[in-house]
Each structure stands twice: as C-alpha cells, then as structure tokens.
T-cell receptor
Framework: DQQVKQNSPSLSVQEGRISILNCDYT??????FLWYKKYPAEGPTFLIS?????DKNEDGRFTVFLNKSAKHLSLHIVPSQPGDSAVYFC?????????????FGGGTRLMVKP | EPEVTQTPSHQVTQMGQEVILRCVPI?????FYWYRQILGQKVEFLVS????????KSEIFDDQFSVERPDGSNFTLKIRSTKLEDSAMYFC???????????????FGEGSWLTVV
C-alpha cells in the first residue's frame, strides 16, 4: 500500500538553512494532511496540519504547502535547528475512512548540522 | 499539556502468550486508536474505537487482536496468542473529534515496545 509516499529517506541541512520535506499521495479522496515528528523510541508528535480547502498553513518556523493538482505536500522548516533532527512523517486521512484512520508515509530522517 | 500515556513501555513475551497493552487517552477525547510500527517500517493503522465499539480496523487487526475500554479512562489492546511477527512498537492515540472538515489531529502516546521471542 503506497498511498502516501515520502521519496527521500533522509535529508541533511545546515543549521539556519531551510529544510524542505516532501510527500506525495495517490488517493484523491484524502482531504486532511498532517506532519508528525518522531524521535527514536518515542511516539509521533503532531507538528502541523492542513485541510484540502487550503494550500498553505503556517505555524512559527513550520509551513505546510499543499498542491492538490499534483497530489503533493511539503513541510518547510525555517530556520532549521539541530533540535529539529528527527524522522518526519506525513500522514493523510479522508472522510471515506469512517474511523479517522491515518495513512502514513515512510518517513524522512532530517539531520540538521550545527 | 495533556498527553496519551501507555504502559508498559517495553514487554518481552514468549510466542503464544497473551499480551495486554494499556493506554490512558487524553481525558476529553472520544476517539481512540492503536497503530504499530515494525522496526524499519511504516507506522500502520490497526483499529479505531468510538462509543464502545470498533469503527474501523485494518487487515492487520485479525481475530488475535481485540480492544476494550474497561472503564472510563483505560483503553487496552489484547493480543491473544502472540507471534514473532507481532514484535513492534505499538502506539495508542486519541482525538477529540471525527471528520476531517475541521481537522482531526490525532495525538499519540510514547509507545509500547513489544518483543516476542
């Protein structure tokens, strides 16, 4: 099941620069998208979300962009900090899922170098 | 900040044994979930639970699995007869609303690491 894909398994960025994490999806019925951050041996921590009625949502250093026609979303972190180093998962859900099931991508490991 | 709590953090069990993983969701939340992540793989949905019944379950959630809300605060996942391939991190999660028009943020616990030997 590859409905949500994160094609870059890892990304390395210098502190202070922008980190751009990408996510693609195939199911056009998805209408809500979330980004989670995960440290080893911990649960996913919610970062930011976006509804399909929007194309951008911003929260502090984090901005999520949604391109529905391309079925693509991205997470921008500006400026990147060493504490941002973690695995980032995008997830998607849709009203067709009666139980609010989230479908996760495979994750991208972000390393922010001091 | 309210959080989802899970116990145990780590459990080692013999193949064929029953395991119960426990969760205390965020107190005003009504929707509860179990997800799992096998080492090196994606986070996968297992089951969602609302109003004392399962609202959705995945193919992974077969007859060996069951969920229960035995009282007003706990939410449990039981694996009746564990198999080696059940070894994974199991995440409990909760949310306060259903439907995605207004957003549906699901908050996760720290996870219970299950090792079946």
């Amino acid at each position: 099941d590859q409905q949500v894909k994160q094609n870059s398994p890892s990304l390395s960025v210098q502190e202070g620069r922008i980190s751009i994490l990408n996510c693609d999806y195939t199911n056009s019925m998805f209408d809500y998208f979330l980004w989670y951050k995960k440290y080893p041996a911990e649960g996913p921590t919610f970062l930011i979300s976006i509804s399909s009625i929007k194309d951008k949502n911003e929260d502090g250093r984090f901005t999520v962009f949604l391109n529905k026609s391309a079925k693509h979303l991205s997470l921008h972190i500006v400026p990147s900090q060493p504490g941002d180093s973690a695995v980032y998962f995008c997830a998607a859900s849709g009203r067709f899922n009666a139980g609010n099931m989230l479908t996760f991508g495979g994750g991208t490991r972000l390393m922010v170098k001091p | 900040e309210p959080e989802v709590t899970q116990t145990p953090s780590h459990q080692v069990t013999q193949m064929g044994q029953e395991v119960i993983l426990r969760c205390v969701p965020i107190s005003n939340h009504l929707y509860f979930y179990w997800y799992r992540q096998i080492l090196g793989q994606k986070v996968e949905f297992l089951v969602s639970f609302y109003n004392n019944e399962i609202s959705e379950k995945s193919e992974i959630f077969d007859d060996q699995f069951s969920v229960e809300r035995p009282d007003g605060s706990n939410f449990t996942l039981k694996i009746r007869s564990t198999k080696l391939e059940d070894s994974a991190m199991y995440f409990c999660a909760s949310s306060d609303q259903q439907g995605t028009n207004s957003g549906n943020t699901i908050y996760f616990g720290e996870g219970s690491w299950l090792t079946v030997v």
